[in-house]
């Protein structure tokens, strides 16, 4: 299995701040990785494709970056209701996709 | 605009069968896509369970060994978890979701809660 290790597991960071997460795969993994954000209650919230494709609708203070084993989301400038959870996933290699282990964000 | 709704028992024995359905609306699971299975442990961890395609292939997380399956109803827009054997390592949230081999995941259920108990 490719193992996803996600960094920082939590952080507080202030309103306008920018904000980076990260996620290293065990292997290349070839860009096919997803972020993802989930608050309280709910389901995850696809936010970004393909290491770096903002999916409609997610505001473009989100982006990704990354190739082969190095991937990071960047939020650009810290807003209140970016609070939550974020994930990566890799879909390169299955059976099976992984999952990072999540960042806790939270406002300072 | 496409939609899937989990539902399931909420409550299982330990080695018993848990089976969920997930109830798609807004797209066809014949016309394309893989249907996924995708858990959240208490303690947030995610787990990709398995999926069945578009063509009724079906791939699964080996972890689970021999003790998952993924079925479908094509008429209904449906597709099925059972997990056999259950214990309460099974205890979960439990998401189904939409993917593209391109795209990942885009679109989640909600997620049912199953809890696993005596």
């Known amino acids: 299995d490719i193992k996803m290790t996600q960094s920082p597991s939590s952080m507080y960071a202030s309103l306008g701040e920018r904000v980076t997460i990260t996620c290293k795969a065990s292997?290349?993994?070839?860009?096919?990785l997803s972020w993802f954000q989930q608050k309280p209650g709910k389901s995850p919230k696809t936010l970004i494709y393909?290491?770096?494709r903002l999916v409609d609708g997610v505001p473009s203070r989100f982006s990704g970056s990354g190739s082969g084993q190095d991937y990071s989301l960047t939020i650009s400038s810290l807003e209140y209701e970016d609070m939550g959870i974020y994930y990566c996933?890799?879909?390169?290699?299955?059976?099976?996709?992984?999952f990072g282990g999540g960042t806790k964000l939270e406002i300072k | 605009d496409v939609q899937l709704q989990e539902s399931g028992p909420g409550l299982v024995k330990p080695s018993q069968s848990l089976s969920l359905t997930c109830t798609v609306t807004?797209?066809?699971?014949?016309?394309?896509?893989?249907w996924n299975w995708i858990r959240q442990f208490p303690g947030n961890k995610l787990e990709w369970m398995g999926y069945?395609?578009?063509?009724?292939?079906?791939s699964y997380n080996p972890s689970l060994k021999s003790r998952i399956s993924i079925t479908r109803d094509t008429s209904k827009n449906q597709f099925f978890l059972q997990l056999n054997s259950v214990t309460t390592e099974d205890t979960a949230t439990y998401y189904c979701?939409?993917?593209?081999?391109?795209?990942?995941?885009?679109?989640w259920g909600q997620g049912t809660t199953l809890t696993v108990s005596s």
């Open positions: 996933l890799q879909y390169d290699e299955f059976p099976p996709w992984t």
């Open positions: 807004g797209y066809s699971i014949t016309s394309d896509y893989a």
């Open positions: 979701a939409r993917a593209g081999t391109y795209y990942g995941p885009d679109y």
């Open positions: 393909r290491a770096n």
């Open positions: 292997q290349d993994i070839n860009s096919y």
């Open positions: 069945i395609s578009y063509s009724g292939s079906t």
